[in-house]
């Protein structure tokens, strides 16, 4: 059973151009839905894609656990010893749903909580992000690097608006406070690519609460690869969590905006 980051990165890849090939050449289905839900759907595509990975996967670490967004149940208990394969076979569906290039496929491998490979791929946009946990992250092969933005007035930061309101993480104050603070927010709707802008440094920031492990587990490696800063700041139950990741100039400023410091006066 391979461990070795290289190696699970290289299968990771394979996995995740394959199904986004399938997305792209079926995208005239894109409208075939399983199940529509108020603010999402669950696409026909968004399983074969996952089918689609998840074989090439197991074909290659055939040892190894798997958690997909359209299969969430299926880890069970993995033990830290076992790596466990992180996948949202197509990341921003509704985008992809109506047409929009921003999407993509998400894949990472952890080992317990440490994540040693990941990759983002966005067919419509031709870009291939990877890291590993010992390695560069990269986009297309081309070395990444946060911004050096260090104020919160110069950022421009990435969100997404959660849709099950939450009193502990109201999403239209917090998108609110973040609005009026920052340069720009703004809301592209895939989480993964979000966090690869961040980590390419055309972004500062991203923050979401509501958000699943499959849509960040890939893009957070790769964010901490390219020298930002990736922290979970709390799980709000059902696998929902809020996640901020930053530069890392500006980690502190945005936290606190999100949880705002009890005023001493
Ligand atoms: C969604 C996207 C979106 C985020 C949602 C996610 P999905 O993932 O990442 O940007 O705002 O919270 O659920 O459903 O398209 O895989």
Redesign the pocket.
């Known amino acids: 059973m391979t461990t070795a980051p290289a190696e699970l990165l290289a299968i990771a890849v394979d996995a995740a151009r394959a199904a986004g090939r399938h997305a792209c050449e079926q995208r005239h289905r894109r409208g075939e839905a399983h199940q529509r839900l108020a603010h999402?759907v669950k696409l026909a595509l968004d399983v074969e894609c996952q089918g689609i990975a998840e074989a090439i996967i197991r074909k290659r670490a055939p040892a190894q656990a798997i958690l997909g967004?359209e299969s969430p149940g299926e880890a069970g208990c993995v033990d830290s010893g076992t790596p466990l394969w992180i996948i949202?076979p197509?990341?921003?569906?509704?985008n992809f749903s109506h047409g929009l290039p921003f999407w993509c496929c998400s894949i990472a491998v952890r080992l317990g909580a440490r994540a040693l490979a990941g990759t983002v791929y966005a067919p419509d946009l031709n870009e291939l992000y990877t890291a590993t946990a010992d390695g560069p992250a990269l986009c297309n092969g081309a070395p990444l690097r946060v911004s050096s933005v260090a104020a919160v007035s110069e950022a421009l930061i990435m969100t997404?608006l959660d849709k099950h309101v939450d009193p502990r993480m109201p999403p239209f104050e917090i998108f609110r406070a973040i609005s009026v603070q920052a340069q720009k927010a703004r809301i592209e709707?895939?989480?993964?690519l979000d966090l690869c802008r961040v980590a390419s440094g055309q972004a500062d920031a991203f923050f979401?609460s509501?958000?699943?492990i499959w849509?960040i587990a890939a893009g957070a490696l790769i964010v901490e690869r390219a020298g930002g800063r990736a922290e979970l700041l709390g799980e709000l139950g059902r696998g929902r969590l809020s996640f901020l990741a930053s530069n890392g100039l500006i980690h502190e400023a945005i936290r606190n905006i999100i949880n705002p410091q009890p005023n001493p006066a």
């Open positions: 999402d967004e949202d197509i990341d921003g569906t509704v997404g709707g895939s989480a993964a979401e509501g958000i699943y849509d």
